[in-house]
């Protein structure tokens, strides 16, 4: 004999297991509704791995600042600078034994160009314009790179000009000292 005392009558069991479903899937998207950060909270986690703004930007200025300090040492020990008149200023440098071809030292437009120049000048490196050429490099090429191989011939004439120069002064000076005496 059955006991149906604790039977549902006329299919109960059913309305509660769907209330069941319904209620689970009303609790998970109120508590997913919870996790979720507002804008604010958004921005705030951002700032707050990222840095602030404010700081990055100054931080970044001083970094730009040292690059361009440690750039400008480098300038005395380029063999040629390569100016597009007045606005940009790439100083190379080249060492048969380590690279296989020029490679930039130093490199700016406007204000940093001007100071190429004129640290060029006061350490006697030759200073050659070719506006083609300047502006190529300086587009293409970061410090501490070999230049394009499309400008090789056009650097090579202008390098064997500087060398040319190099030795014809320090010959003209050996003649000087010598004719001195």
Known sequence: MEDDDHAWPD?????????AVIDFIYQRY???????????????ERKQLEGDPLVRSRIRRQ??????????QDVPTADVVITNPTRI???LKYDQEENDAPVLVA????????????IAEENDVPVVENPPVAQI???????????????????AEILAAVYRL??????????????GL
Do not use: C, H
């Not at 109120?30 to 705030?44: I, S």
């Not at 204000?111 to 004129?118: L, N, Q, S, T």
């Not at 490099?137 to 650097?155: H, N």
């Open 30 to 44: 109120e508590y997913e509704k919870k996790l979720k950060m507002t804008r604010r909270e958004v921005k705030d």
């Open 63 to 72: 970094q730009m600042a040292i690059a361009r300090q440690r750039m400008m």
């Open 107 to 118: 490199k700016g437009v406007e204000i940093v160009a001007k100071k190429i120049r004129e």
């Open 11 to 19: 299919g109960g069991g059913l309305v509660y297991i769907a209330l």
């Open 137 to 155: 490099i300086w587009r293409q090429t970061e410090i501490g790179q070999e230049i394009p191989v499309e400008l090789y011939q056009a650097v």
């Open 89 to 91: 200023a790439v100083a």
């Open 166 to 179: 190099k030795e014809n002064r320090s010959f003209s000076r050996l003649m000087f000292i010598r004719g």
